[in-house]
């Protein structure tokens, strides 16, 4: 079982929708969740933060963690084409020298 | 932009041939971490240093080896290339050396080798 599991997609959704992406993980010990957004050519930027579990909302964008069912999600609500990117979770805890990141889902918002 | 800053963006080479991937990290960052992205393995994390000391090692291959400089600008030597070795490779940077801090990525640097 590898370590972060995240759907590659492509995930094409319309413009104004609400859009979920998740990721799954094995290692309970990890603390820190992170979402990076990345655009074609360009290097991953960090988008959300979370500590342990619970919610954390900034703007349009929701971060949750679920630790006991070892799932994160980040939801975007009112999508546009510029949110049209890949989303890479990331994950790591103090025990760890290294970051964890997924393979990223590729979104597509539609105009 | 992130303020990191990768050079060449562009870099086509042949089996067997060396080559030196350069990054200079934000202003006053401390710590540099390299990455490798590739379609099907993601975005594996190499190596990373703080202040001019290694402090942890990932996937990185024994024809690979990386160092940072007094001045903070790391550099990934990549040698003996074969074509798997073809990727993205990142730097990222961030202030200290803990992990939960937010890194900055540059725009990475596309290796091609032929």
């Known amino acids: 079982q590898k370590e972060v599991e995240q759907d590659p997609g492509p995930l094409s959704v319309p413009e104004g929708a609400i859009v979920s992406l998740n990721c799954t993980y094995s290692?309970?010990?990890?603390?820190?969740f992170m979402w990076y957004r990345q655009y074609s050519r360009k290097g991953p930027e960090l988008l959300m933060y979370?500590?342990?579990?619970g919610n954390k909302e900034d703007g349009r964008f929701t971060a949750q963690v679920d630790k006991s069912s070892k799932y994160i999600s980040l939801f975007i609500r009112d999508s546009q084409p510029s949110d049209s990117a890949t989303y890479l979770c990331?994950?790591?805890?103090?025990?760890?020298?290294?970051?964890?990141f997924g393979k990223g889902t590729r979104l597509h918002i539609l105009p | 932009d992130s303020g990191v800053t990768q050079t060449p963006k562009h870099l086509i080479t042949a089996t067997g041939q060396r080559v030196t991937l350069r990054c200079s990290p934000r202003?006053?960052?401390?710590?540099v971490y390299w990455y490798q992205q590739s379609l099907d393995q993601g975005l594996q994390f190499l190596i990373h240093?703080?202040?001019?000391?290694?402090?942890a090692k990932g996937n990185i291959l024994e024809r690979f080896s990386a160092q940072q400089f007094p001045d903070l600008h790391s550099e990934l030597n990549l040698s003996s290339l074969e074509l798997g070795d073809s990727a993205l490779y990142f730097c990222?940077?961030?202030?200290?050396?803990?992990?939960?801090?937010?890194?900055?990525f540059g725009s990475g640097t596309q290796l091609s080798v032929l």
């Open positions: 990222a940077s961030s202030v200290g050396q803990a992990l939960n801090e937010k890194l900055f």
């Open positions: 979370t500590y342990s579990s």
């Open positions: 240093y703080y202040n001019g000391e290694e402090r």
């Open positions: 202003s006053g960052d401390l710590s």
């Open positions: 290692n309970s010990a990890f603390q820190y």
């Open positions: 990331a994950m790591t805890s103090d025990r760890d020298d290294k970051i964890i």
